[in-house]
């Protein structure tokens, strides 16, 4: 579904589960949420202005959402890939771009596609 573009997702499936997805840009903030240590930081830090037992248990979940962070790049598409990997694979299908509009431009002046004229 991410391949298509989004009008041929809207004519080839059923539409998503959820019909306002147009609407709504990628859920940036809930995500970029998920990412941010500073909350439980900022918890620690008024656990220990408090003098709270409640810091261990934020230290927790801290070393928890560290723990669940690693996982997560680790299991990143193309997390194995150096920069210049990627830099070269890139360059490959810009070459291939090329070549394929350059063959489209030969057959569009073949006039191959013309209906002959009997």
Not at 87 to 116: A, D, G, H
Request: charged fraction near 25%.
């Amino acid at each position: 579904a991410m391949a298509s573009g989004p009008a041929g997702r809207a004519a080839e499936e059923p539409p998503p589960p959820e019909p306002p997805a147009e609407q709504k840009p990628p859920p940036l903030p809930p995500a970029q949420e998920e990412f941010s240590f500073l909350p439980l930081v900022h918890d620690i830090i008024k656990c220990m202005d408090k003098d709270s037992q409640d810091v261990h248990q934020v230290l927790n979940e801290l070393k928890n959402k560290f723990q669940e962070m690693r996982k997560l790049i680790s299991s990143m598409p193309g997390i194995g890939v150096s920069p210049e990997q990627q830099q070269q694979q890139l360059q490959n299908l810009w070459e291939q771009v090329r070549t394929k509009n350059e063959l489209l431009q030969k057959y569009k002046s073949l006039c191959m596609f013309e209906i002959p004229k009997e």
